[in-house]
């Protein structure tokens, strides 16, 4: 007979083993090692053992899932909740068990209902929960579960009530294609000529982030003031999979006032030199599809190529 109880330390090992077994070597998530989850889950801001249970039958762990209010705020590495927002951090189950994974959801659902909770979103962890758990540990920085190779699990969570609220993409672009790099130069040196019109510059500094080590951020300023900015560095579980230094980009921003006047692609253009002349072979971002304006300067403007396909699902409880 199954038994769910509270994840331990000396659960440890055997979660890892699960992970691996279940969803390790599908095209977009990648091997977990003990020190991985250590660092990215257990000691990061926020986690709660209480909220990870663990399936169990005789002494075999079968499965997880691990849910908490939203991780809203992030202020020198201590966690804000919202209770009223209630996400599913992760679910692992063997593919061929949907009954086991409807269950690991249904329970997560009704401890969180419990505490408060209006709606649950199975939200994956670089949007704005759990910025640090599982970043780094599953394939393009997402928690199982809402991906197109997660077809199965999908489905459990669509008949336990959840519905498709945003569709996003993590796009790729190679760095390695030397033809490209004089097209990119141009386009750099052309948005330069008018930006330094404006007063604007480029600095390029090292970040101490909490969750993302060895990231750089790139930003275009006016005297004191920040124009537009992004940061890059490398996904080191990923080079550790597949030998190939991908980088990834976050926080590509520009100033309400300053948008329409190509500093966004910019901004990208030297980043993107910045992290091949770091290394990088390629570099890859998340963008919402909803978001036209970021999604038509990465795919069309800087010839990012579309690789995975993501969504969030959610579900309102009643009351």
């Given at each position: 007979?199954?038994?769910?109880?509270?994840?331990?330390?000396?659960d440890l090992p055997?979660?890892?083993?699960?992970?691996?077994?279940?969803?390790?070597?599908?095209?977009?998530?990648?091997?977990?090692?003990?020190?991985?989850?250590?660092?990215?889950?257990?000691?990061?801001?926020?986690?709660?053992?209480?909220?990870?249970?663990?399936?169990?039958?005789?002494?075999?762990?079968?499965?997880?899932?691990?849910?908490?209010?939203?991780?809203?705020?992030?202020?020198?590495?201590?966690?804000?909740?919202?209770?009223?927002?209630?996400?599913?951090?992760?679910?692992?189950?063997?593919?061929?068990?949907?009954?086991?994974?409807?269950?690991?959801?249904?329970?997560?659902?009704?401890?969180?209902?419990?505490?408060?909770?209006?709606?649950?979103?199975?939200?994956?962890?670089?949007?704005?929960?759990?910025?640090?758990?599982?970043?780094?540990?599953?394939?393009?920085?997402?928690?199982?579960?809402?991906?197109?190779?997660?077809?199965?699990?999908?489905?459990?969570?669509?008949?336990?009530?959840?519905?498709?609220?945003?569709?996003?993409?993590?796009?790729?672009?190679?760095?390695?294609?030397?033809?490209?790099?004089?097209?990119?130069?141009?386009?750099?040196?052309?948005?330069?000529?008018?930006?330094?019109?404006?007063?604007?510059?480029?600095?390029?500094?090292?970040?101490?982030?909490?969750?993302?080590?060895?990231?750089?951020?790139?930003?275009?300023?006016?005297?004191?003031?920040?124009?537009?900015?992004?940061?890059?560095?490398p996904w080191e579980?990923?080079?550790?999979?597949?030998?190939?230094?991908?980088?990834?980009?976050?926080?590509?921003?520009?100033?309400?006032?300053?948008?329409?006047?190509?500093?966004?692609?910019?901004?990208?253009?030297?980043?993107?030199?910045?992290?091949?002349?770091?290394?990088?072979?390629?570099?890859?971002?998340?963008?919402?599809?909803?978001?036209?304006?970021?999604?038509?300067?990465?795919?069309?403007?800087?010839?990012?190529?579309?690789?995975?396909?993501?969504?969030?699902?959610?579900?309102?409880?009643?009351?």
């Amino acid at each position: 007979m199954v038994a769910l109880r509270t994840f331990g330390a000396a659960d440890l090992p055997a979660l890892v083993r699960l992970w691996n077994r279940c969803v390790a070597g599908s095209p977009n998530f990648i091997e977990l090692t003990e020190a991985d989850f250590i660092r990215r889950v257990v000691t990061a801001p926020g986690f709660e053992p209480a909220r990870l249970l663990v399936a169990t039958e005789k002494h075999a762990l079968l499965g997880y899932v691990h849910y908490g209010p939203r991780l809203e705020m992030w202020e020198e590495g201590k966690p804000s909740f919202t209770r009223e927002e209630g996400h599913i951090y992760a679910l692992v189950a063997p593919r061929e068990n949907t009954a086991l994974a409807r269950a690991l959801l249904e329970e997560g659902v009704a401890r969180l209902a419990e505490a408060g909770a209006r709606r649950i979103l199975l939200y994956p962890s670089w949007v704005c929960g759990t910025q640090a758990m599982y970043n780094g540990v599953a394939g393009a920085y997402e928690m199982p579960g809402l991906s197109d190779t997660r077809g199965e699990l999908m489905a459990v969570a669509e008949e336990a009530g959840f519905a498709p609220v945003a569709e996003y993409g993590t796009p790729e672009l190679s760095l390695s294609e030397e033809a490209a790099w004089g097209a990119r130069r141009e386009a750099r040196d052309r948005l330069w000529e008018q930006a330094r019109e404006w007063g604007l510059r480029a600095q390029e500094s090292a970040l101490r982030p909490t969750f993302f080590a060895h990231r750089r951020a790139v930003t275009l300023v006016r005297g004191r003031e920040i124009i537009a900015m992004t940061a890059y560095g490398p996904w080191e579980e990923y080079r550790r999979q597949y030998g190939r230094r991908l980088f990834g980009i976050t926080s590509v921003q520009v100033d309400r006032a300053w948008r329409g006047k190509g500093l966004g692609k910019l901004v990208m253009l030297v980043a993107l030199e910045a992290a091949r002349e770091a290394g990088a072979e390629g570099v890859h971002l998340h963008v919402y599809r909803s978001n036209e304006v970021a999604w038509n300067l990465y795919h069309r403007a800087l010839g990012f190529q579309p690789t995975w396909r993501w969504v969030t699902l959610g579900r309102d409880l009643a009351g």
